[in-house]
């Protein structure tokens, strides 16, 4: 399955979050509320945009700036607020390597309404019976699953 979210405005730069998290004294952290934040929105609008979990996914990330002035490996540094963004809205259970596959960003240009627009597709599994069933191997069965490309194809990685 696909999903798409989008969030609007721009997510911090790797910049700024590192500029809020140099501000912090004792228990009073400006990054921590800058993370809140971002993290509570993006979560609010995957669960009324998704409303269930998924298993491993692939992000494809299209990040519409008002500019070219930021760098856009400071830019994707906002990558962190989606997956927080997505295990806090119930999405996805973590954000590691096993419910995490790809994440592609592309960079574009739009004075008039900057977002972010993810695109999420869900991996589905091409064996998940074989196991219950007895006839694979479990190294096999845990490898092989089924994706679809970006051109809508259906192919099997294995």
Known sequence: MRYKIIIPGELPTLNEIIAESKKGRG??????????????????????GIGKELNKINLYITWHCKNRRKDKDNIAAGVKFILDGLVGGGIIKNDGWSEVGTIKHNFQVDKNNPRVEVLIREERWLFSNALSAGNYKSQAVSTAYLVRSAEESWKCIV
């Open 27 to 48: 228990k009073y952290q400006p990054y921590n509320e800058l993370k809140k934040e971002h993290t509570e929105s993006i979560a609010w609008i995957a669960k009324a």
